[in-house]
């Protein structure tokens, strides 16, 4: 449940999915979202880089943002195949997702390497979406809450801003599994996010939101919103079929 201040945010993590037939999907949210709800709620899709030009064009006049999924710390240089905080600006993005959790299990991320992608972030006017959440493993040993504030604690940059940094917590053993959380596993593990976050950056800490992700679905969105400090949703699979993004939006529908 959001606070005053906070707006919420539904944004779609498409992963490695998606070809130019799917910039359909864009356009039908564009179409279909009420816009009364894109009044009081930021929309946000992240396409694969090789559809982030098309999918802004899709969306342009409207206030649906687009944005990346990764990208690498350095502004340019020799590192082949790798995307930079620039270009994806360049292309019109506004966000991008830093440390997903497949990132850091099928690509090694660290924390540090993410604090680092963070501030590249920044630096080319992007705003950050950091993520943190434990493997099933560590929930079992009750390490949730250890795990997931050293990777804010490492991850977050100083000077860290509402306007340029979300944070998504993200229970790994949750993703794409169609397990959640009880919201009151949620509510413990935002509230603790949130005090992390007072002590890493003081009163900002309140305008930075917090994202939930993990088997959001419509079914389940209007619950998993309405948990305190929840300020919206980082969806994955659901994110691909327009009709699903766009009930779990109307999880914020009056």
């Known amino acids: 449940m959001t606070m005053a201040g906070r707006r919420p945010l539904v944004a779609g993590n498409w992963k490695m999915n998606g070809l130019r037939s799917s910039i359909g999907v864009v356009e039908t949210v564009r179409k279909d979202l009420p816009k009364d709800l894109l009044d009081r709620v930021d929309v946000l899709i992240c396409p694969p880089s090789t559809l982030i030009s098309s999918c802004v064009a899709a969306v342009y006049g409207s206030p649906i943002a687009i944005g990346g999924q990764n990208l690498h710390a350095k502004p340019s240089g020799a590192f082949t195949g790798s995307i930079s905080a620039e270009m994806l600006a360049d292309l019109g993005a506004k966000y991008v997702i830093v440390g997903h959790s497949e990132r850091r299990a099928y690509h090694h991320e660290t924390d540090d390497g993410v604090h680092a992608k963070a501030l590249g972030a920044r630096r080319a006017g992007l705003c950050g979406i950091i993520c943190v959440g434990e493997t099933k493993e560590e929930r079992e040993e009750g390490r949730t809450l250890d795990i997931v504030r050293a990777q804010l604690a490492i991850g977050v940059p100083k000077g860290a801003t509402g306007a340029d940094t979300v944070i998504a917590y993200e229970p790994v053993w949750a993703i794409g599994t169609g397990l959640t959380p009880t919201p009151a596993d949620i509510a413990e593990v935002h509230a603790s996010l949130r005090e992390m976050l007072g002590q890493l950056i003081g009163p900002?800490?309140?305008k930075v939101r917090i994202l939930y992700g993990g088997s959001v679905k419509p079914g389940n969105?209007?619950?998993l919103m309405a948990v305190?400090?929840?300020?919206?949703?980082?969806?994955?699979?659901?994110?691909?079929?327009?009709?699903?993004f766009i009930g779990i939006a109307n999880a914020y529908a009056r």
């Open 204 to 206: 900002e800490a309140a």
């Open 221 to 223: 969105a209007r619950d």
């Open 228 to 244: 305190d400090n929840v300020d919206g949703a980082l969806v994955g699979g659901a994110s691909l079929v327009a009709e699903d």
